[in-house]
């Protein structure tokens, strides 16, 4: 028996295949639980459902008007119809404009000409937070960013209203 | 009696040397209280883990009537409130060991930094306790959900909000912290318990040992 030949050792070649053998029933053991912990980080989003909110597009002019629909959410096993507002109308380039009422500062609610002394415009009366007619936000005022908008489309000749995203003029 | 019960036990497995190891040594004239007052700033960490134990003792109890269902959350802890005989003083304890916890740690780590006894050889078990004291906020957060009431609710709304302000994973650590990309709801309730319950609490008593160990391995730190 020549030892120069044997470049791995016996005890060498059982801590490498004991660890081999620990790593795989370790990693077996762990996969499954790891995985039903991210899993609603991997779940594809269900993509924009959108919603009848009872609004026909002909009855939409550039004057803002206040739309309530509800929707059906769904939140694991917990089914449930959630309230939703949006302030709905048409800008100069004819195009149809859904905002969601959510303030950009702390989440209150606001309201088109909600206060007498700043018409043409939306207010949150929480802190005076002031949007322009086109959703974004007077500068001075709490809010940083314009108010989101909610996707939209024609169906029918009514309004179907779908995710909030991001105002694009920001 | 029980020296007898205590006999035949070390008769068998030894445990007097074990018992030396854990319970059994000098504490040093500077750390003392009674030898000098104003070392009772010696005893902040003593007392976080006091606290702490406090915290999970009144825990266990409250898991006895808790339910992490959006459905019944809320009505039982009213219900324990209102209907239980001395839970009221159990959640009690639980609520405000909570802040006192928190408060405890940051006069331990007060007194750690300001004495510089984090400086060599003691480094690791700063970092060590800087990641307990993360794990403490993690408790603080996840438990201040479960009443699943109005303040509870939009607490962890702000809460999972800033969490998605961290670059690149923001998003995705949002969803996996609530369990749903835009709901606060069912499933962010069962999360946030599971990990207030028992991931959190695996990790304190993991770094909680290390941290002590540490200490007895390298002694406290000498006087200033």
């Known amino acids: 028996m020549s030892d120069e030949k044997r470049d791995i050792s016996r005890r060498q070649f059982l801590n490498y295949t004991l660890t081999g053998v620990g790593g795989f029933m370790a990693a077996g053991l762990l996969i499954s639980p790891v995985r039903m912990a991210i899993d609603p980080v991997l779940k594809s989003g269900e993509g924009g459902d959108f919603a009848n909110v009872g609004l026909e597009v002909s009855e939409i002019t550039s004057d803002p008007q206040r739309v309530d629909w509800t929707v059906d959410q769904v939140d694991g096993w917990y089914e449930s119809e959630v309230n939703q507002t949006a302030w709905v109308y048409r800008n100069d380039d004819d195009e149809i404009v859904a905002f969601s009422p959510v303030c950009k500062h702390l989440g209150c609610f606001v309201s088109w000409e909600g206060n007498d002394d700043y018409p043409e415009e939306y207010f949150c009366p929480c802190h005076n937070g002031r949007y322009y007619k086109n959703g974004v936000n007077v500068p001075g005022t709490p809010p940083l960013q314009p108010l989101d908008v909610y996707e939209q489309e024609e169906r029918d000749g009514m309004l179907f209203l779908g995710n909030i995203r991001p105002h694009e003029e920001a | ?224």
């Open chain 2, 1 to 224: 009696m029980l020296q007898k019960i205590y006999d035949w036990i070390d008769d068998r497995i030894d445990i007097t040397p074990i018992w030396r190891d854990i319970a059994d040594h000098e504490v040093p004239e500077h750390v003392n209280p009674a030898h000098h007052f104003s070392a009772f700033v010696y005893c902040f960490g003593g007392l976080t883990f006091f606290v702490v134990v406090i915290q999970i003792l009144s825990g266990m109890f409250l898991t006895m009537y808790y339910v992490p269902d959006i459905e019944n959350a809320w009505q039982s802890v009213y219900y324990l409130q209102t209907e239980v005989a001395h839970a009221q003083i159990v959640r009690g304890m639980h609520h405000w060991g909570a802040s006192v916890v928190v408060v405890m740690l940051l006069l331990h780590t007060l007194r750690v930094f300001f004495q510089g006894a984090y400086k060599k050889p003691r480094e690791l078990n700063w970092m060590v306790g800087v990641l307990i004291f993360f794990v403490i906020l993690g408790l603080g957060f996840t438990g201040y959900l479960l009443p699943w009431d109005n303040k509870a609710y939009f607490a962890t709304q702000v809460g999972l909000e800033i969490a998605e302000q961290v670059p690149f994973i923001g998003e995705a650590l949002k969803t996996l912290l609530a369990g749903d990309a835009t709901i606060v709801g069912a499933q962010t309730l069962t999360r946030f318990f599971a990990i207030h319950v028992f991931f959190l609490p695996g990790a304190l008593f993991a770094l909680l040992a290390i941290h002590f160990i540490l200490i007895r391995r390298q002694g406290i730190s000498g006087p200033l």
